[in-house]
């Protein structure tokens, strides 16, 4: 069989046009996957940020949680001490009353008294203490979950970076 050099031309340029076909494909399939990726890229950005949300409102509430707590604490503190203090005032007008009556009384009295300021004071002290530790707990607590958030970010981040070269990595 003959092929003429028209027709050669011819199969030429369908062949041409075949092949330009085939890069416009393959130029429109890069496009669509770089476009996927952007959108994917897209996602965990606005992912990211509704997790930096939520965390910033959880850490808002447990500050407002632990302030209103401490704030419990000490006004439970302080209403302890005024009933420590009313009882202690009523200790004393009794010490009086009994000095007026029995004076050899006195000495077993005065060391009843102390007892109960010394235990008084160890009271306040031991609920000082609770409040200091309770506080410092809570303080590590944030602080854990802050560092918890910022590794999950910095993790978030990362992935992002190794996707991203990954992708021009592809294009060379």
Same mark, same amino acid.
């Given at each position: 069989?003959?092929? %003429? &050099?028209?027709?050669l031309?011819?199969?030429?340029?369908?062949l041409?046009?075949q +092949?330009?076909? =085939? $890069? @416009?494909?393959?130029?429109?399939?890069?496009?669509?996957?770089?476009?996927?990726i952007r959108?994917?890229? /897209?996602?965990q950005g +606005?992912?990211? &940020?509704?997790l /930096?949300?939520k965390?910033?409102? %959880?850490?808002?509430?447990?500050?407002?949680?632990? !302030?209103?707590d401490?704030?419990?604490e000490?006004?439970?503190?302080? #209403?302890?001490?005024?009933?420590?203090?009313?009882n202690?005032?009523?200790?004393h007008?009794? +010490?009086?009353? *009994?000095?007026?009556?029995? #004076? @050899?009384n006195?000495?077993?009295l005065?060391? !009843?008294?102390? =007892?109960?300021?010394? $235990? %008084?004071? @160890?009271?306040? !002290?031991?609920?000082?203490? &609770?409040?200091d530790?309770?506080?410092?707990?809570?303080?590590t607590? $944030?602080e854990?979950?802050?560092?918890t958030?910022?590794y999950?970010? +910095?993790?978030?981040? %990362?992935?992002?970076?190794?996707?991203y070269?990954?992708?021009?990595?592809? *294009? @060379?």
């Amino acid at each position: 069989m003959m092929v %003429t &050099k028209s027709g050669l031309e011819i199969k030429s340029q369908q062949l041409l046009a075949q +092949i330009s076909a =085939v $890069q @416009k494909d393959m130029i429109i399939l890069e496009k669509s996957e770089f476009t996927m990726i952007r959108n994917e890229t /897209e996602k965990q950005g +606005i992912h990211i &940020k509704q997790l /930096e949300g939520k965390l910033t409102d %959880t850490i808002k509430r447990l500050e407002g949680q632990v !302030k209103l707590d401490i704030n419990l604490e000490r006004s439970r503190a302080t #209403e302890a001490h005024a009933l420590n203090e009313k009882n202690l005032q009523s200790l004393h007008n009794k +010490i009086e009353v *009994l000095m007026a009556l029995n #004076e @050899k009384n006195q000495q077993s009295l005065n060391n !009843k008294i102390e =007892v109960q300021e010394a $235990q %008084t004071e @160890k009271n306040l !002290k031991s609920l000082d203490n &609770k409040i200091d530790v309770e506080i410092s707990n809570m303080k590590t607590r $944030q602080e854990k979950s802050r560092n918890t958030a910022i590794y999950s970010f +910095i993790g978030f981040l %990362t992935t992002g970076a190794s996707l991203y070269f990954a992708y021009l990595r592809l *294009l @060379k």
